[in-house]
């Protein structure tokens, strides 16, 4: 694993800017714990001071200091992503294996559900979720929604890679051996699609933080947990930008776009990492 | 014949089960709401003067009539369902009592317009650079645009959409940057007015379509630069077959069965797309229409548009999937 | 063939249609940092008459695809030519292949110099019909109008006894036999001077097979065009080429006529091919050859075959040995054959 990581960042210039950002990331959650002011408290710092020495990026109009908003934000942010990746990653796991190894009736009806959830418009379903549950709409019922959401596209793979795992000799060796289905799935099976899940799991951060930023930002989310989507939404409650904050709304967008590019350059030298035809390619070049 | 009729009605079967599944499903979450839409209507109503009990009991019960909320939840979900397919919603409770469908059908042409003009010009020029960039790898020119492109790939629609509202609506102010058309616009059908109404969805369409483009991109490219090794591709230039050729009806051919595949796949996301840069440029369809009814609490309209958009989308599914085997002679009836 | 006639009377000297001088290629991967040479081709010289079948024979990754492809510019990285010269000759005129503009390429293809590819399920668009593929390859070439064009097309395909209803087909609607048949003649619709075949009848059937074979025999004697015609199959060169070389390991190890090679062979390697071709009545079971085709990224010193070889001596694991005339009309390279070099 440390040698792995070790090439990519030798030979792999997307991978090595991705790492890189993946760093700095860790470097601001660590640093978060370390907020000399609590995330939700307001008016502990004079409010619209622009970015200077003693406050690297700034106050807000609401009093709190800019720079520390936003490492709780990013570190909100991040685990926010994290947490429905995890979760959306072992549901599509057992549909995906299951659908892909038991085949018949049973990979029938899995993948019309399947289908069903991947065309359906995420962001209305959101929007009816926050209509009816209003403050109830808190961070962790969020993740639960879209983990429920964000599955379908990658059981489709993974049961593609099932598929042809199940006619492989050893699946057959396993069955006459007496093992279990499930102990087939998850001892055999797994490790093999280990890989993609990985790669897949960078695509996911991607649509689930972008779907709390847009929902955040419209205020349909719990506005008393920071995140990145929160830090726009009470800059664009206080017209920041018509009032000059330019520090406000410029430090969340930046970190966004930085974010986004680093969780997409990683997952970008993943699938390449995974599809030797992809690294052909690029030699061809 | 006989074989494409088979899956065009199991095709229809499936997009019958997504609508079927996917309206439940806002059903039931709409109907776990807190918001009790008679109540609420009744208080806005009386809200403008007294009136006697009586008088309020006999609304509630036409309400809860109107709103299809008799009975226990199953009678309502009945209720729902064969009111639905008469395109009954119910009146809508902001704008009481205008019915739900007639606010809708007002929105549901911008909507659509940006949708379709927007999916079609990021996927032209997705795929168009796409196929350059796979087939002339080493066009220097091609490397930045892609790079480019997909380098806005992963940015969340709103933040885009939000950079180019301060890009062009206060660093450099060309373009008008909400609304659908001029505030004190003669709507009456003009050269002027479609002028205008094109000039205000330059920016929106633009924010979709530097989204888009870089997705389509790189899929194309990725397809391109596999179908260049494949046999066929390399016997028709060792038969001396012109480049634009092989190009145009070896490479593109072959890479847009997949690609169309998933323009089907991607549309739920373009939708979602559409919804959120309509809610940054104030552009009056039904993305707008639906925060708009959520910040009102109008029960009936959030609900109508939500079965709305689920029917839309897997409609436009249904109609791309069943186009793909006309394309590619090789799907056959499955 | 009367070619070799023409070869050995003196007064007539006629150039060959292919000569091909040193040529090497080599596919250089960069992986993670790790830079390698595959030598797929490595220091082949080769010269192919007017109206002959040169058949050229090998394993499987000896390198016999590479040498065709590199032989008819048909390369793309990671292959790349290191040296040597591939030059054609049609019609008096030379054509260096890589020496050539794009344009310049693109125009003597199909028209003198066209190419069969294996038989397999996608050397046709499989997505357009297959009159599209004619009107694509041979259109352009012929100068036809198009009524004449379609006319000459179909006659082609029922001198081939192929049912000009093909053309309306999709590639995948035909059996593998049909659609090789309809490739070889899309080949030659332009009645090329040379043609490339590439294991043309390694996918097919045995029945298919000999119809296939039996076909192009019919083609190259109306034509008159010259052959490459490369296939792992010693039996299939027993029959169609009228020479043939043998790669091993990206080399060519020896080279004589057909008979030549199946009679008295001299290589070691050579002898074992034609050793292991099954005989009518005899029922001696065939001795396989002990280990497998050596590594081009990382061959054996030397002679590559000297691993595998009874007769190795001590220099065959030093010095390379050069391709050597020990007779009329037949090369080898072999120290056990022409002697250690002092």
Redesign the interface.
Known sequence: MFTIVRDLIRYNIEFAVGFAILLLLIGAVILSFFSPYPAADIYVVAPDMPPDAEFWLGTTSRGQDNFWQLMIALRNTLAFGLGVAFLSRILSLVVGLTAGYAGGRVDRVLMAINDSVMVIPHFPILVLFYFVLKDDMNWLMLVLILSALGWSYDARLIRSIAMSLRTRPFTTQSVYSGMSMRKILVEEHLPYVMPIVFATTMNNMIWSIGMEITLSVLGFTDVDTPTMGQMIYWANSHSALISGIWWWVAAPVVAIIVLFIGLFLLSMSMNEYIDPRSRLNRMGS | MAAYMIFVARRFAQLLLVVFLGISATFFITHMTPVDPVTESVTAITNFGKSDPEAIELMRKTLTELYGLEGNLFEQYVTFWSRLVRGDFGPSLSAFPTPVSQIIFRALPWTVGLMISATLISFTIGNTLGALAGYYRKSRILKIISLGLIGLQPIPYYVLAFILLILFGFVWPVLPITGGYEMNADLNLSFALVLDIIRHSILPAMALVLVGAGSWLTGMRALTSNIVTEDYVTFAELGGVGSTRILRSYVVRNAMVPQLTGLAMSLGAIFNGTVITEIVFGYPGIGTLLINAVHAGDYSLVLGLASLSIIGVAIAVFLIDILSPLLDPRIKAE | MQTEALLRSPDIVVEPTLTVERLKAYYT?????IDRDIRAVDDISLTVAKGEVYGVAGESSSGKTSLIKTI?G?I???LHVVGGTVRFNFGGQTYDIYDLKPDE???????HL??I?QG?M???????RIK??FY??AF??MGLGRATFWDRVRDHLRKLDLDPGVLDS?P?QLSGGMRQRTTIA?ATVCTPEFIVADEPTTALDVIVQRDVLTMLRDIQRDLGSSFLFVTHDMSVHATVSDRVGIVYAGRLVEEADTPTLFRSARHPYTQHLVASLPKIGDTTRRASLSGRPPSLADPPPGCRFHPRCPLAMDVCSKEVPPLVSIAPRHRVACFAVTGAPS
């Open positions: 991967t960069k992986a993670f940092g008819v048909a793309r990285p990671p390429l693109q125009a003597i293809r199909w028209r066209s190419y590819m397999s996608n050397v046709l668009n499989p997505v357009r599209h593929s694509d390859f352009p070439h999709y995948h899309l």
